[in-house]
């Protein structure tokens, strides 16, 4: 009986093994991310620009510039998207709100105490 134990485990143990890692074992991802800063709204500067390159003629404005966390920016596109009436998205640190709402973010954003300026035009 013994010796089956010690079979299992010797066969559980092969089985997760490392047989080379050069930085050690990668067991926590979330240390290895690079670090984002968490400014407050005062202290980052946004752009605005309405686009249409790669959108198919759709307008889209994009928000960039941010330096904060994803929570954050997940909330702030939620009050953007009501405060436009339309949809958006977060996509790697831009905000994307549909159509044309430039002035309104601008508006908007300043409001959030955003510093903000519109491009592009």
């Given amino acids: 009986m013994a010796s089956k134990q010690n079979s299992n485990s010797a066969q559980n143990s092969s089985k997760n093994r490392v047989i080379y890692s050069e930085f050690g074992q990668n067991t926590d ?4 991310e690079r670090a984002k800063p968490d400014l407050p709204p005062a202290q980052q500067n946004l752009k605005i620009e ?16 941010f330096q904060t966390s994803n929570e954050t920016l997940e909330k702030l596109v ?3 998207k ?10 790697e640190d831009m ?23 519109i491009s592009g035009r």
């Fill in 50 to 65: 309405a686009s249409r390159k790669g959108r198919k003629g759709k307008t889209v404005t994009v928000i960039s510039g």
């Fill in 29 to 32: 991802s979330a240390a290895l």
């Fill in 95 to 117: 905000i994307e709100i549909q159509g044309d709402h430039a002035q309104k973010l601008l508006e908007m954003l300043t409001k959030l105490g955003y510093k903000a300026k």
């Fill in 82 to 91: 009501t405060h436009c009436g339309s949809g958006g998205t977060l996509k």
């Fill in 78 to 80: 939620k009050q953007l």
